[in-house]
């Protein structure tokens, strides 16, 4: 056999291009020069445009043109969103200082809720340490006796009792205070078919004292209201002293002040006679309320260097001129004495509170009412749910609420800072305060009054009612169509104020 021959192909080499080809080519891959008349220049991407002129002044800075609050006016308040005609709002809920009222319309929703609310009040609850005595004349609403056979007794609480007959059960007005704002949010839920119980385009909630606080985070859905309520009577039962010491009478009184009332206005001159300096002389007076909390704290180092026991602080802010002095008796009445010859404030009213809160007095029932409170479930805040303030720091709660909820007992309740933080900015970040039930009508006529003290030119917020336009004949039908409440008799009820 012949063997198999290979065959070998050779590569022949590259022929050098033509000078006329390599000319042609350097041509086309030569960048293009530009012309002697044409300046280009190219920046970083951090300047876009070149600098301006140092010289050139690019704007005026008249007043015309630097007058904020006039802008404002012209543009107006700010949406929450584009095309959004929802106002933003802000809930006003009252606390156990309010006047407490029925709520007028009943619907299956808020009959629900009073229900709920009046067999909380008497199942015991072992995991916060909530038991039910004092509440056995109540125990026969719920299990059909005591001839009425009526359910959802809470709702009835204060027809026909006095404001001093509803504070001598504190316990029990207290969680009727809450139940009632949780009823009427969800009686206005029903009639709009909205899916949340809070109104449309609300972004904070406001609640007067711990009640109001507490009711806040039930409507927001961080607490269920089964031991809202259950909190509420817990907190209106504390003791008033300590249990090893003799009870002590302890008063609070709403004072008003006199003079120069506005925190948030100039300060004026007065001219007065000082003994100390020359005549004519003419001393910037401070403002009534400073003035008011320096006679308190004069007061009070008087009571520490002698002993005897007496104490009393300013316990509320409610507002530039009112305030609520809490303490021993003795300690409020002499307060009060002094505050009148100094023609700084009058005593308005005197409320029957059960404890002497938001002193130092209170100072012992911290540590169980904190082991109550860390037993209690609080669920976190979602994204986008409102913000609850609080009334004693005057900021947001973040985080649990266990921490705020036990303030209440020893510390100021600052409420008119809290709002003041609101309404005061240049943007203000709502345009309607809602004042939820009958109950929270005083708070919304305080705010009104402050309101009216903003620059001219400020973005309007309005001060409405929520929850109190209702007929007395939607609460006759609705109860005559519930089985299992007892009809009332149609009677026109009046609103107290």
């Not at 891959?29 to 140092?54: G, I």
């Not at 504390?238 to 009478?249: E, Y």
């Not at 404890?355 to 409170?373: E, N, Q």
Request: glycine share 8%; hydrophobic share 40%.
């Amino acid at each position: 056999m012949r063997p198999p021959t290979t065959t070998i192909t050779r590569l022949r080499p590259r022929q050098p291009a033509a000078p006329a080809a390599l000319a042609t080519t350097a041509l086309a891959r030569a960048p293009t020069t530009p012309s002697s008349t044409t300046t280009r220049r190219s920046f970083s991407r951090l300047f876009p445009q070149p600098p301006v002129d140092p010289r050139r002044r690019a704007a005026s800075t008249s007043a015309s043109n630097t007058d904020w609050l006039a802008w404002l006016k012209k543009a107006g308040p700010l949406a929450v969103m584009a095309g959004d005609e929802t106002p933003r709002r802000a809930l006003i809920l009252p606390g156990l200082g309010s006047y407490p009222h029925t709520p007028q319309a009943a619907t299956p929703s808020s009959i629900a809720v009073w229900e709920q609310a009046s067999e909380a009040l008497l199942n015991p609850d072992a995991t916060i340490g909530y038991w039910t005595e004092g509440m056995e004349e109540f125990a026969g609403m719920l299990q059909g006796g005591g001839g009425h056979g009526m359910r959802g007794w809470l709702r009835g609480w204060v027809e026909g009792r006095s404001l001093d007959e509803l504070m001598a059960r504190a316990d029990v007005t207290a969680a009727f205070i809450l139940s009632s704002s949780i009823a009427i949010l969800a009686s206005e839920q029903e009639r709009s078919g909205s899916s949340s119980l809070l109104p449309k385009g609300t972004g904070y909630l406001a609640g007067h004292g711990f009640v109001g606080t507490l009711t806040a985070l039930v409507a927001s859905g961080r607490l269920d209201l089964t031991t809202g309520v259950r909190l509420a009577r817990m907190y209106a039962s504390l003791p008033a002293s300590p249990p090893l010491l003799p009870n002590q009478r302890h008063a609070t009184t709403v004072l008003s002040a006199r003079h120069y009332h506005s925190l948030s206005s100039p300060s004026q001159s007065v001219p007065f006679e000082d003994p100390f300096g020359e005549w004519g002389d003419v001393q910037r007076r401070k403002r009534a309320m400073q003035l008011i909390l320096d006679e308190v704290h004069a007061l009070q180092h008087e009571w520490e260097v002698e002993g005897q026991g007496d104490w009393a602080e300013a316990a509320v802010i409610n507002s530039s001129k009112v305030l609520s002095v809490t303490g021993t008796s003795m300690a409020v009445e002499q307060l009060i004495d002094r505050l009148q010859s100094l023609t700084l404030a009058n005593p308005v009213m005197d409320v029957n509170m059960p404890c002497p809160y938001h002193t130092r007095l209170m100072l012992h029932a911290v540590p169980k009412f904190a082991d109550t409170l860390q037993r209690c479930i609080f669920s976190h805040a979602k994204e986008g749910d409102p913000v609850i303030l609080d009334p004693i720091t005057t900021r947001n709660i973040c985080g649990s609420p266990e921490g705020a909820l036990l303030s209440h007992l020893t510390n100021q309740l600052r409420w008119h800072k809290t709002l003041t933080r609101i309404y005061s900015q240049p943007s203000p970040p709502v345009d309607q305060f809602l004042t939820v039930g009958r109950g929270a009508k005083g708070l919304g006529v305080m705010l009104r009054g402050e309101l009216k003290k903003r620059p001219a030119g400020a973005p309007p917020i309005a001060v409405d009612e929520y929850g109190v336009q209702e007929t007395h004949k939607a609460e006759v039908g609705a109860a005559s169509r519930s089985p299992n409440t007892r009809p009332v008799r149609p009677v026109r009820i009046q609103a107290r104020l």
